[in-house]
């Protein structure tokens, strides 16, 4: 009875640690997922030279018809 | 679920995941990667539709807005000494702006249909059981409100050439704070319902709804549009009608991709399921 609760025991923590493991890798994967959404986001809707600053308004103008169809501000 | 109590957990159960491996497993613990891909799916596809749908129809509106743009801006600067000139120089042609609409809605339906599937998983984790063609077009709806509609009342979709690049990073905060509010009183809508799960349901709908109103009324503390809207009523209001719909055009793709994928895994979950009950 012992043995067999001794022996099941570091099974239920492996699994348990596996488990965790797996729910903490897919959740940094979902965090930075968002962060990139957002610098995404940001650069087809927000930039106005100041994300890739040596381009100057490129890609505000290369989206700017996305952006005014979106509802974005533009100028 | 017809298996008696003395059969062993079939290998969807997170009891037995040591004779699979844990990650290939349909029933891992967290189904965030798979409804990262659904929402990578879906909102490549309605943002595609979107950009499509707006480059037939709301570009020839928005070549005219830039040409009236452009007569307004050449009658300004012969009155002062081109002032102007240096803002209204051309990065791109037309027709690359063109392209960059759709190449830009389907970035961003990436975009959206990432921060949509995280969402979703945290909102949906406590029974993941549930059927989800209902459950992704009424997540769509809400998301269809709080992204698209909410923020469009409050700060309609202006054509080109009506904003003044002064005030350009106003603009934007405002609109900004639009969204993050909208998509936040969507939450607050959320728990409502959830927590008044003990009333009847008119209680329950009576209750979310005024959320969704009071949300709403809360948008136009934000300082009001601060540029002039110097085009023809006609334009302003058929191109706000263009965005408008290439908005609902996303959102029903998006709807239906996100919860046909979903409706797919769950028949090859069944499936599977079906398959081991009868071996065991």
Sequence with gaps: MSASAAHSAPHTDTAAIQSATIQTRDWLIAAGAVILALITLYAVFMDNGSLISATGDYLHEFAHDGRHLFGAPCH | ?280
């Design chain 2, 1 to 280: 679920m017809t298996a008696s109590p003395e059969t062993p957990p079939s290998p969807n159960s997170l009891t037995a995941p040591r004779t699979s491996t844990p990650a290939a497993s349909p029933a891992a613990p967290s189904p965030v990667l798979a409804l990262l891909g659904r929402g990578l799916a879906a909102g490549s596809l309605g943002g595609l539709a979107a950009g499509l749908f707006s480059l037939l129809l709301a570009e020839p509106l928005m070549d005219k807005a830039i040409r009236a743009e452009e007569a307004r801006s050449q009658a300004h600067e012969q009155h002062d000494a081109g002032a102007a000139v240096q803002h209204h120089e051309e990065l791109f042609s037309r027709s690359t702006q063109h392209a960059g609409l759709v190449i830009a809605l389907v970035v961003a339906g990436l975009a959206i249909g990432v921060l949509f599937a995280v969402a979703y998983a945290l909102v949906h984790r406590r029974d993941p059981r549930a059927n989800p063609w209902p459950r992704a077009l009424a997540f769509c709806a809400a998301a269809f409100c709080a992204v698209s509609l909410f923020p469009a009342l409050r700060y309609p979709a202006m054509p080109p050439g009506v904003g003044d690049s002064g005030t350009v990073g106003d603009r934007q905060a405002m609109w900004v704070a639009a969204v993050v509010i909208s998509v936040l009183g969507m939450f607050l809508v959320w728990q409502v319902y959830v927590r008044l799960a003990g009333r009847s349901q008119p209680v329950r709908q009576l209750a979310a709804a005024g959320t969704a109103a009071a949300v709403l009324a809360l948008l136009w503390a934000l300082p009001d549009n601060p540029d002039p809207t110097p085009v023809s009523p006609t334009l302003l209001w058929d191109f706000r009608m263009l965005s408008l719909a290439s908005h609902v055009l996303m959102w029903v793709v998006f709807a239906a991709v996100f919860g046909g994928i979903g409706l797919r895994a769950l028949r090859a979950r069944a499936g599977t399921e079906a398959a081991s009950t009868p071996a065991v």
